[in-house]
């Protein structure tokens, strides 16, 4: 009895507490539509009911900050290094682990160092390559460090999902007179569907909400990415609290759905190890 009275208590403790999470992650957004929604020009303050909302502060957002024109640029940018850095993390990963390359292990290593680099370090090398390889000012000169820095966390997802592959696949598909590629074709790839799914959608909201080093590689800039909608904004209309809540409610919108749609393929990918044999 003492255990079903604990276990319920425990139950309810942690809804208490996945509440009060909810709560503080909505609270920014709160607080930030309840802005957007007042007179523009104005100077709101805390979390306020609009007794008259403005919603025509999103469109006049929309305009001034030219975002039909970057979320073209972001998805042409999208286009370039999602395909890249999959194809690059996928191969990587199932050679290291499905094909057991040569110093495979040696190679992983050194891209989990990868991950431990801060990214604010690369920047300054990354120009100077791009420069010195005549490509600044184009969006391969964003698109190609943006593959190269993707790629350890590419690597490290894929190599997670093929690890919770059983061998008895592998090796069926072997003694069936499959080669390396036609296994990968017809077996690991279609198992590895909600893993691709999630890197891709990663993938593509990183690249899509990339700013720092699209400002930096690109100084035209209606050809940088969304993200820097809100930094031409916030240049232009920087006292302006209400337009600048309005803009960076409508730049984060394509996330907060991408994030919404595709969450059970998150879920998914995230469990698929939990349950192997």
Known sequence: MSGARSSRSELWLGRIVLAMLVVFTLLPFIGMLSAALQPAGSNPTGIQVPTNPQWGNFITAFEMSKLPTLMGSSLILVLMVVPAGLALATAAAYGIVVLRVPYGGVAFLVLLLGLTIPFESLIVPLYHLMKDAG????????????????????????RAHFMGVP???????????????????????????????????????????????????????????????????????????????????????????????????????????????
């Open 135 to 158: 490509l600044l000012n184009t969006r391969l000169a964003i698109a190609m460090p943006l593959v190269a820095l993707y790629l350890p966390f590419g690597v490290f997802w894929m």
């Open 167 to 277: 061998k008895e696949l592998t090796e069926a598909a072997e003694m069936d007179g499959a080669g390396w590629w036609k296994a990968l074709r017809l077996i690991h790839l279609p198992l590895a569907r909600p893993a691709i799914t999630t890197l891709v959608v990663l993938y593509s909201l990183w690249t899509w909400n990339q700013f720092m080093i699209a400002l930096v590689m690109m100084d035209e800039p209606l050809m940088r990415t969304v993200a820097g909608a809100l930094g031409a904004f916030q240049g232009q209309y920087g006292t302006d609290i209400v337009l600048l809540s309005a803009g960076a409610l409508l730049i984060m919108l394509p996330t907060i759905l991408v994030f919404a749609i595709f969450q059970k393929q998150f879920v998914v990918a995230l469990l698929q190890g939990s349950v192997k044999g």
